[in-house]
């Protein structure tokens, strides 16, 4: 079971730059998530998918847009990377979203040069 | 918005020493989950508190949720130095509501 899948890796972008960062669940979660990290500021929420066909502003979505394109899949995309983008991402999935443990990705290193 | 503090930020102990952190939220919760997060890693789910005063274990780890449900607490007992890495507190503000992350604690154990 591979859990919550997120590609690419690492990625490092010319500012400008356009990129979707993937996200892929097969435990047919409901609700999914993308969030960013920055050391000192815990883990902030981007946007989310409280289930298929709807998406939702989280705390900073400024830069980025998403897509549920399926129960399975919620991607990110940055139209026009900034330096201030440099993060980790971390895509999440829950069974649903009212009280419900999240279940993370292994990350996406992003720099944006 | 509502704001998840969490203290402190970074804590060093000498392993078989005891660690606490403390989540402070500015309003009232509905819940609170613990993560952990190893060092070069994803955050993992820890456990869920949900009533006011609520304690649980997990065998030397020790949960605790305020009796108010706006603090949380992760006590650590005589730690190893598998236990190294950023443990976080989320909080919601109803049951439907977006999980809101504290800063973390970043936990060091010295053999």
């Known amino acids: 079971n591979a859990g919550v899948t997120q590609t690419p890796k690492f990625q490092v972008l010319k500012t400008g730059q356009s990129m979707t960062l993937q996200c892929a669940q097969d435990?047919?979660?409901?609700?999914m998530y993308w969030y960013r990290q920055d050391p000192g500021m815990g883990l902030r929420l981007i946007y989310y998918?409280?289930?298929?066909?709807?998406?939702d502003k989280g705390e900073v979505p400024n830069g980025y847009n998403v897509s549920r394109l399926n129960k399975r899949e919620f991607s990110l995309r940055l139209e026009s990377a900034a330096p201030s983008q440099t993060s980790v991402y971390f895509c999440a999935s829950s069974p649903r979203q009212q009280n419900q443990p999240q279940h993370f990705g292994d990350g996406t290193r992003l720099s944006i040069l | 918005g509502q704001q998840v503090m969490q203290i402190p930020q970074y804590q060093h102990v000498q392993e078989g020493e005891d660690f606490t952190t403390y989540c402070n939220s500015s309003t009232t919760l509905s819940n609170i989950q613990w993560y952990k997060q190893r060092p070069g890693g994803h955050p993992v789910f820890l456990i869920q508190?949900?009533?006011?005063?609520e304690v649980k274990k997990q065998k030397r780890l020790t949960f605790q949720f305020g009796e108010a449900k706006k603090n949380s607490s992760l006590h650590i007992t005589a730690t190893q130095t598998t236990d190294v890495g950023t443990y976080f507190c989320?909080?919601?503000?109803?049951?439907?509501?977006?999980?809101?992350f504290g800063q973390g604690t970043i936990l060091t154990v010295h053999p």
């Open positions: 989320a909080g919601r503000g109803t049951s439907y509501g977006k999980l809101t």
């Open positions: 998918s409280a289930s298929e066909g709807t998406t």
């Open positions: 508190l949900v009533k006011s005063g």
């Open positions: 435990m047919n979660h409901n609700s």
